[in-house]
């Protein structure tokens, strides 16, 4: 295949905004490198919020793409094996995610036509998905939940769900997209999702795996949800983290405490119970490279966050092989490079609930 010298993208100016740009092609230069034409893009809260954490201009914006395979590195029938190879062959569809925004490697963002993506990540979406679903299928997510889970101790997972009765585990947040993820891997892992969620959503979570839903809104929530789970939850993650709902899930746990995932920071001063061991985990650490951002954010770089996650590609590969995992509701938002920043004003002004923002860069 001939490929162009250089691609457009869409990177940070000086003040961290996404503006238009054109870039080199990059090339597989490590035996993990897979090369990807982007088709389509799916749009997260962290793509307007990495920028303001540290402004790092001509790095390209986002994580999750969608696209198809064009190249890879030499080496990769003896890195990946013959199996995964036949996968990342020339002209699959996959998905995947990069860690955008990102000062040590500023060419690395998903808003690109070409993206460079470690291909131990890599999944081969259902033939039959639409176009749309596979955009909005996210690797930020999956990889999220699956990182929480370690955080959590959960141990179960699809190939070898928990045996015994399934433990029921709080997922704070259960419309976005991390949540009705986490409800889909929970629920195939031998776990019971209890999670919140607006009242107009009830259909929505339940329909993704959740065992219960209770309103967030509701001033016993915290009550409600102990008793659907007989006072025994001792894990939760929360996909919003504001005072409220810290105190909503840290009320839940049962009086001997627990483990507690926040998916943005938690201020020590709304943390209400010692008993209660509170972790933070980041998608950009499963990338085995230091995240240098500020702060709580910055994490020293770790290998096994790597080894976890291209361990559970296979379980997650399996389940959408079997027709057990699907993607959040999508939104189209039309526009090409205009529409990524339309639809990140949208997500940072609170416009979009239950839904993922799929935007085309193909057409």
Sequence with gaps: MILPKERICLVQDEQGNPVVSTQSLPRPQQPFDVLVKVSSVGLNHTDYKTPRLKATPGAILGCDFTGTVVAVHPEAPWVFGKSACSRLREGTCVSGLVHGSNPLIPEGGAFSEYVLADGRFLLELPSSWSKLEKGAFSGVAWTTVVMSMDCLKLTGR?????????????????????????????????YAPIVTAGINSHDLVTSYGAVKSVPYTDPASSEIIRHEASGTIRHAID???????????????????????????????WRTRQAVQVSMPLAYEIFGRPVELKGIYRREADPAKSELIAQWREDIQSLLNEGRLRPHPPKEVSGGWQGIIKGLDMLRKGEVHGQKLVVYIDE
């Design 239 to 269: 996909c919003i983290t504001t005072p409220e709902s810290v105190k909503c899930c840290f009320t839940s746990l049962g009086r001997a405490g627990g483990r507690y995932v926040a998916l943005e920071y938690c201020d020590p001063s």
């Design 158 to 190: 699809p190939s070898r769900p928990e045996p015994n009765q399934p433990l029921p585990v709080l997922v704070y947040g259960g419309a976005t997209t991390t949540g009705t993820m986490a409800c889909q891997i929970l629920s195939c892992s031998g």
